[in-house]
Protein backbone atom coordinates (compact mmCIF):
# COMPACT_ATOMS: atom_id res chain seq x y z
CA UNK A 1 0.00 0.00 0.00
CA UNK A 2 1.15 3.36 -0.84
CA UNK A 3 0.07 6.14 1.30
CA UNK A 4 -0.04 10.07 -0.03
CA UNK A 5 2.05 11.34 3.16
CA UNK A 6 2.76 8.40 5.84
CA UNK A 7 2.61 4.74 6.55
CA UNK A 8 1.41 3.63 9.58
CA UNK A 9 2.15 -0.06 9.99
CA UNK A 10 1.81 -1.99 13.46
CA UNK A 11 4.21 -4.29 13.92
CA UNK A 12 2.92 -5.54 17.84
CA UNK A 13 -0.21 -4.11 19.37
CA UNK A 14 0.00 -6.21 22.81
CA UNK A 15 1.18 -5.65 26.42
CA UNK A 16 4.67 -6.51 27.76
CA UNK A 17 3.64 -10.38 28.21
CA UNK A 18 2.31 -10.51 24.60
CA UNK A 19 -0.60 -12.97 23.43
CA UNK A 20 -0.95 -15.30 23.75
CA UNK A 21 0.70 -15.31 27.04
CA UNK A 22 2.99 -17.74 28.05
CA UNK A 23 1.23 -20.69 30.11
CA UNK A 24 -2.08 -19.18 29.74
CA UNK A 25 -5.24 -21.50 28.35
CA UNK A 26 -7.92 -18.50 28.33
CA UNK A 27 -10.20 -18.10 25.29
CA UNK A 28 -7.99 -15.22 24.26
CA UNK A 29 -5.00 -17.34 24.32
CA UNK A 30 -6.26 -19.90 22.98
CA UNK A 31 -7.91 -18.03 19.93
CA UNK A 32 -7.23 -19.32 16.29
CA UNK A 33 -8.04 -15.67 15.16
CA UNK A 34 -4.95 -14.08 13.65
CA UNK A 35 -6.09 -10.83 15.24
CA UNK A 36 -5.86 -12.08 18.63
CA UNK A 37 -2.19 -12.75 18.40
CA UNK A 38 0.00 -9.51 19.50
CA UNK A 39 3.48 -9.40 19.51
CA UNK A 40 4.93 -6.11 21.94
CA UNK A 41 3.57 -2.82 20.69
CA UNK A 42 5.57 -0.83 18.23
CA UNK A 43 4.98 0.60 15.17
CA UNK A 44 6.43 1.39 12.18
CA UNK A 45 6.15 4.86 10.52
CA UNK A 46 7.07 5.53 6.57
CA UNK A 47 7.30 8.93 4.04
CA UNK A 48 8.31 8.69 0.69
CA UNK A 49 11.59 9.15 2.15
CA UNK A 50 11.89 8.24 5.43
CA UNK A 51 11.20 5.48 8.20
CA UNK A 52 11.52 4.75 11.75
CA UNK A 53 10.26 2.61 14.47
CA UNK A 54 8.49 3.44 17.94
CA UNK A 55 10.36 1.34 20.46
CA UNK A 56 12.24 -1.83 19.52
CA UNK A 57 10.55 -4.52 21.45
CA UNK A 58 11.97 -8.18 22.55
CA UNK A 59 9.85 -9.33 19.03
CA UNK A 60 11.60 -6.65 17.19
CA UNK A 61 13.68 -8.99 15.05
CA UNK A 62 10.95 -10.58 14.14
CA UNK A 63 8.36 -7.96 13.47
CA UNK A 64 11.10 -6.28 11.10
CA UNK A 65 11.16 -9.68 9.32
CA UNK A 66 7.78 -10.44 8.85
CA UNK A 67 6.91 -6.88 7.44
CA UNK A 68 10.30 -7.37 5.19
CA UNK A 69 11.83 -4.13 6.52
CA UNK A 70 15.18 -3.58 4.51
CA UNK A 71 15.88 0.11 5.24
CA UNK A 72 15.67 2.09 9.14
CA UNK A 73 16.34 5.43 9.42
CA UNK A 74 16.14 5.81 13.06
CA UNK A 75 14.62 4.06 16.28
CA UNK A 76 12.08 6.33 18.49
CA UNK A 77 11.96 5.45 22.09
CA UNK A 78 8.71 6.23 24.57
CA UNK A 79 9.74 4.87 27.51
CA UNK A 80 12.48 2.84 28.85
CA UNK A 81 10.74 -0.36 30.07
CA UNK A 82 12.04 -3.84 28.70
CA UNK A 83 9.09 -4.53 26.74
CA UNK A 84 9.65 -1.34 24.82
CA UNK A 85 13.60 -1.89 24.40
CA UNK A 86 14.44 -5.12 25.14
CA UNK A 87 15.50 -5.85 21.06
CA UNK A 88 17.57 -2.78 20.86
CA UNK A 89 20.87 -5.57 20.01
CA UNK A 90 19.20 -6.24 16.79
CA UNK A 91 19.68 -2.48 15.50
CA UNK A 92 23.21 -4.62 14.36
CA UNK A 93 21.84 -6.22 10.43
CA UNK A 94 20.92 -2.38 9.71
CA UNK A 95 24.50 -1.52 10.63
CA UNK A 96 26.05 -3.89 8.76
CA UNK A 97 23.88 -3.21 5.42
CA UNK A 98 23.82 0.68 5.95
CA UNK A 99 27.58 0.43 6.89
CA UNK A 100 25.95 3.42 9.26
CA UNK A 101 25.62 4.13 13.14
CA UNK A 102 21.64 4.33 13.76
CA UNK A 103 19.90 7.43 14.90
CA UNK A 104 18.25 6.31 18.08
CA UNK A 105 15.69 9.40 19.67
CA UNK A 106 14.95 8.86 23.57
CA UNK A 107 14.53 11.17 26.60
CA UNK A 108 17.08 11.42 29.34
CA UNK A 109 15.17 8.49 31.37
CA UNK A 110 15.34 6.28 28.39
CA UNK A 111 19.08 7.16 27.63
CA UNK A 112 20.12 6.18 30.69
CA UNK A 113 18.49 3.08 30.52
CA UNK A 114 20.00 2.69 27.30
CA UNK A 115 23.42 2.85 28.53
CA UNK A 116 23.35 0.54 31.30
CA UNK A 117 22.07 -1.93 29.62
CA UNK A 118 23.54 -2.06 26.24
CA UNK A 119 26.74 -0.60 27.86
CA UNK A 120 29.02 -3.09 25.67
CA UNK A 121 28.08 -0.58 22.58
CA UNK A 122 29.44 2.56 24.18
CA UNK A 123 33.03 1.29 25.60
CA UNK A 124 35.92 2.67 24.13
CA UNK A 125 37.14 -0.30 22.41
CA UNK A 126 34.10 -2.26 20.75
CA UNK A 127 33.95 -5.85 20.59
CA UNK A 128 33.54 -6.20 16.43
CA UNK A 129 29.88 -6.67 15.65
CA UNK A 130 28.03 -4.47 18.40
CA UNK A 131 25.44 -1.68 17.92
CA UNK A 132 26.57 0.93 16.43
CA UNK A 133 23.81 3.95 18.09
CA UNK A 134 23.83 7.22 17.65
CA UNK A 135 22.03 8.27 20.49
CA UNK A 136 20.27 11.97 20.52
CA UNK A 137 18.84 12.96 23.60
CA UNK A 138 14.88 14.80 23.28
CA UNK A 139 12.77 16.51 25.56
CA UNK A 140 9.15 17.94 24.95
CA UNK A 141 10.62 19.86 21.82
CA UNK A 142 9.50 19.30 18.54
CA UNK A 143 12.60 18.02 15.84
CA UNK A 144 12.09 16.21 12.73
CA UNK A 145 13.65 12.43 11.51
CA UNK A 146 14.24 13.16 7.53
CA UNK A 147 11.53 14.62 6.26
CA UNK A 148 8.71 13.41 9.07
CA UNK A 149 8.43 16.55 11.86
CA UNK A 150 7.56 15.05 15.30
CA UNK A 151 5.68 16.47 18.28
CA UNK A 152 6.68 14.94 21.31
CA UNK A 153 3.92 14.48 23.94
CA UNK A 154 4.47 14.00 27.84
CA UNK A 155 2.16 11.25 28.95
CA UNK A 156 2.86 9.52 32.70
CA UNK A 157 3.12 5.60 33.16
CA UNK A 158 1.92 5.94 36.85
CA UNK A 159 4.72 8.13 38.24
CA UNK A 160 6.83 7.56 34.96
CA UNK A 161 6.97 10.34 32.28
CA UNK A 162 6.25 8.66 28.92
CA UNK A 163 7.21 10.06 25.62
CA UNK A 164 3.80 9.94 22.80
CA UNK A 165 3.86 11.39 18.97
CA UNK A 166 2.64 13.24 16.72
CA UNK A 167 3.39 13.06 13.21
CA UNK A 168 1.16 15.29 11.37
CA UNK A 169 -2.69 14.67 12.09
CA UNK A 170 -1.56 11.02 13.96
CA UNK A 171 -0.94 10.53 17.45
CA UNK A 172 0.28 7.80 19.28
CA UNK A 173 0.36 7.09 22.80
CA UNK A 174 1.55 4.13 24.70
CA UNK A 175 1.70 3.18 28.43
CA UNK A 176 -0.14 6.05 30.17
CA UNK A 177 -2.84 6.23 32.48
CA UNK A 178 -2.45 10.03 32.56
CA UNK A 179 -1.93 13.08 30.40
CA UNK A 180 -1.74 17.14 31.90
CA UNK A 181 -4.15 19.55 30.66
CA UNK A 182 -1.32 21.83 28.85
CA UNK A 183 -0.24 18.68 26.97
CA UNK A 184 -3.77 17.09 25.24
CA UNK A 185 -4.01 19.91 23.74
CA UNK A 186 -1.25 18.74 21.54
CA UNK A 187 -2.95 16.39 20.69
CA UNK A 188 -6.45 18.03 19.80
CA UNK A 189 -7.04 18.43 15.77
CA UNK A 190 -5.19 14.89 14.95
CA UNK A 191 -7.61 12.74 12.73
CA UNK A 192 -6.24 9.43 14.09
CA UNK A 193 -5.25 8.62 17.85
CA UNK A 194 -3.68 5.16 18.96
CA UNK A 195 -4.41 4.94 22.70
CA UNK A 196 -3.31 2.55 24.87
CA UNK A 197 -6.32 -0.12 26.50
CA UNK A 198 -4.81 -2.55 28.80
CA UNK A 199 -7.89 -4.36 29.85
CA UNK A 200 -11.70 -3.04 31.26
CA UNK A 201 -10.71 -3.42 34.92
CA UNK A 202 -8.83 -0.39 36.13
CA UNK A 203 -4.79 -0.58 36.71
CA UNK A 204 -2.51 1.24 37.93
CA UNK A 205 -0.03 2.49 35.19
CA UNK A 206 -2.68 2.23 32.09
CA UNK A 207 -5.68 3.28 30.85
CA UNK A 208 -8.57 1.04 31.25
CA UNK A 209 -10.94 0.90 27.37
CA UNK A 210 -13.55 2.78 29.05
CA UNK A 211 -11.15 5.60 30.27
CA UNK A 212 -9.58 5.45 26.50
CA UNK A 213 -12.79 5.96 25.24
CA UNK A 214 -13.74 8.64 27.53
CA UNK A 215 -10.78 10.46 26.66
CA UNK A 216 -10.87 10.08 23.13
CA UNK A 217 -14.35 11.76 23.36
CA UNK A 218 -13.11 14.94 25.25
CA UNK A 219 -10.48 15.00 22.58
CA UNK A 220 -13.06 15.36 19.93
CA UNK A 221 -10.60 12.69 17.45
CA UNK A 222 -12.84 11.27 15.07
CA UNK A 223 -10.84 7.82 14.37
CA UNK A 224 -9.17 5.98 17.58
CA UNK A 225 -7.21 2.83 17.33
CA UNK A 226 -6.54 0.83 20.50
CA UNK A 227 -2.97 -0.47 21.17
CA UNK A 228 -1.22 -2.36 24.69
CA UNK A 229 -4.04 -5.02 24.57
CA UNK A 230 -4.21 -7.61 27.52
CA UNK A 231 -5.63 -10.72 27.31
CA UNK A 232 -8.01 -10.03 30.05
CA UNK A 233 -9.70 -7.13 27.60
CA UNK A 234 -11.25 -10.23 25.24
CA UNK A 235 -11.13 -11.83 21.96
CA UNK A 236 -10.71 -9.12 19.19
CA UNK A 237 -14.11 -9.61 17.61
CA UNK A 238 -16.28 -9.69 20.49
CA UNK A 239 -14.39 -6.08 21.79
CA UNK A 240 -14.68 -4.68 18.30
CA UNK A 241 -18.61 -5.56 18.38
CA UNK A 242 -18.87 -3.48 21.60
CA UNK A 243 -17.60 -0.35 19.89
CA UNK A 244 -19.03 2.40 18.05
CA UNK A 245 -17.17 3.09 14.01
CA UNK A 246 -15.13 5.86 15.71
CA UNK A 247 -13.22 3.27 17.97
CA UNK A 248 -11.27 -0.01 16.80
CA UNK A 249 -9.01 -2.14 18.43
CA UNK A 250 -5.27 -2.18 16.45
CA UNK A 251 -4.20 -5.47 15.42
CA UNK A 252 -0.66 -6.56 14.43
CA UNK A 253 -0.01 -5.69 10.69
CA UNK A 254 -2.80 -2.99 10.58
CA UNK A 255 -1.74 -0.25 8.19
CA UNK A 256 -3.28 3.39 8.87
CA UNK A 257 -2.25 5.50 5.77
CA UNK A 258 -2.29 9.35 6.16
Known sequence: MKCPAL?????????STGIPMIGCSCAVCSSTDPK???LRSSILVSSANTSFVIDTTPDFRYQMLRTNTKKLDAVLYT???KD???GLDDIRAFNFFSESSMKVYANSLTEEAIRRDFYYAFGDAKYPGVPDINLITIDTTPFSIGDIPIIPIEVFH?????????FGNFTYITDANRIAEEEKEKIKGSEVL????LRKEK?????TIGEAIELARELAIPKVYFTHISHQLGKDADINKELSAQFQLAHDGLIVCL
Open 84 to 86: HMA
Open 158 to 166: HKMPVLGFR
Open 7 to 15: NIQFLGTGT
Open 36 to 38: DNR
Open 194 to 197: VLNA
Open 203 to 207: HISHF
Open 79 to 81: HPH
